[in-house]
């Protein structure tokens, strides 16, 4: 019993790792929406330190998916006007959204496999 409750333990502070992670990507841009050079430095290093706790090639073939495909969507939408940045430096948008997008698809991977392990997946 006490494996077991170790494991659980193990499992949520992973996932509280995993809230604060997203919370962090989200809350860098809008802190310095302004400064993209910083927000894209601070939320690649968002980014890195969550790479590299999860130690997984695939969380980080997720990340590169979801940084290009979901850049590339914005892009697109952009470019019909659906909606547009306020401050950008690459192709209308600004470079630390490709971070932000690659830390979104390996934040929702990585603690979906969280609840798995804590056995939500029936």
Same mark, same amino acid.
């Given at each position: $019993?006490? @494996?077991? =409750?170790?494991?659980?333990?193990?499992?949520?502070? #992973?996932?509280?790792?995993?809230? %604060?992670?997203?919370?962090?990507?989200?809350?860098? *841009?809008?802190?310095?929406?302004?400064?993209?050079? $910083?927000?894209?430095? &601070?939320?690649?290093?968002?980014?890195?330190? @969550?790479?590299?706790?999860?130690?997984?090639?695939?969380? &980080?073939? =997720?990340?590169?998916?979801?940084? =290009?495909? @979901?850049?590339?969507?914005?892009?697109?939408?952009?470019?019909?006007? %659906?909606?547009? /940045?306020? !401050?950008?430096?690459?192709?209308?948008? *600004?470079?630390?959204?490709?971070? %932000?997008?690659? #830390?979104?698809?390996?934040?929702? /991977?990585?603690?979906?496999?969280?609840?798995?392990?804590? @056995? !939500?997946?029936?």
């Amino acid at each position: $019993m006490t @494996g077991e =409750i170790k494991k659980i333990k193990k499992e949520w502070k #992973n996932i509280i790792f995993n809230v %604060v992670f997203a919370l962090l990507t989200v809350l860098f *841009p809008i802190i310095f929406y302004r400064n993209i050079i $910083m927000a894209t430095i &601070l939320v690649g290093f968002v980014g890195i330190i @969550g790479l590299a706790k999860w130690k997984s090639r695939i969380t &980080l073939l =997720i990340f590169l998916f979801g940084a =290009i495909w @979901g850049s590339f969507a914005e892009m697109i939408a952009i470019s019909y006007n %659906v909606w547009s /940045y306020s !401050f950008t430096n690459f192709l209308n948008i *600004p470079l630390w959204l490709f971070i %932000v997008w690659g #830390n979104a698809a390996a934040f929702i /991977y990585q603690t979906a496999i969280e609840f798995e392990r804590l @056995g !939500f997946h029936k």
